[in-house]
């Protein structure tokens, strides 16, 4: 079973999304970054784009992000965004 990592995604004004995930995909202003567990600290620039996050189970969660960070640290990922909102899940 794969390691996983606990995931926060907040807007400006609330939470969107929290939870245990196995990989969080984010596009930043350098480009798509994809965080597995063991991903070394970092701090990033979201770009305007998806979060797609990969459950435990499989399933998938899709968020809409745009203007704010992404951290990593310790198995720990923090999305915050000016606007950010769940647009879907499979």
Excluded: C, Y
């Excluded at 969107?16 to 995930?21: D, K």
């Excluded at 620039?45 to 960070?69: C, H, M, N, W, Y």
């Amino acid at each position: 079973m794969a390691k996983s990592l606990s995931v926060s995604v907040v807007s400006a004004d609330h939470q969107v999304w929290t939870g245990e995930a196995t990989m969080v995909v984010a596009k930043t202003v350098e480009g798509e970054i994809g965080i597995l567990a063991g991903h070394e600290p970092m701090l990033a620039i979201l770009a305007v784009g998806d979060v797609r996050l990969t459950l435990p189970d499989g399933s998938k969660v899709l968020a809409q992000a745009e203007d704010g960070f992404l951290s990593v640290d310790n198995d720990m990922v923090t999305i915050v965004a000016r606007k950010a909102e769940l647009v879907g899940s499979k």
